[in-house]
């Protein structure tokens, strides 16, 4: 899996990003085929990642991450239920923890096929607000850290 830049979606993320007053260009890292800025306390990163199919098509999805906090070195058992409810209730947005990292993320993936501006603008927002809540509630709750 490696991330790709599609024109499309590369047209979509600029609109969004001059529509929420930030410059594509500075958030655009070309060595990554990525986007990073930030929205409250949440830093957000953007990227479509394409995936070889065993029939030897090519599926590609938008994926929208924000870095939430570290696992903290005293999570049990209720560190994890809790990322467990808080993904039952954070519609749209799940929670994840990336192989051989220790950090919590707020993560969103779709297919980008049929993929309009409203849907991609929804979905971007929606993770914005979420990671930049569900930081919060994490270290309030757990005195996890960034």
Known sequence: MAAVLIPEIQQLVT???QEI?????TCFNKERCAW??????ANIEVFV???????????HYLRVFSPLVKVPPSAG?????????????????????LPSKDTIYATFERDIKGMDYDELADTI??????????DDKLMQEFGAIK
């Open 125 to 134: 927002a929606d993770l914005e607000w979420w990671a930049d809540n569900l």
């Open 49 to 59: 990642e394409s995936i070889d199919l065993s029939s030897g098509a090519k599926r």
């Open 36 to 41: 990073y800025w930030s929205r409250g306390s």
């Open 15 to 17: 609109r969004y990003l």
């Open 77 to 97: 058992t209720a560190f994890y239920r809790r990322l467990l409810e808080l993904n039952d209730k954070s519609l749209g947005v799940k929670l994840t923890l």
């Open 21 to 25: 007053g930030l410059n594509a260009d």
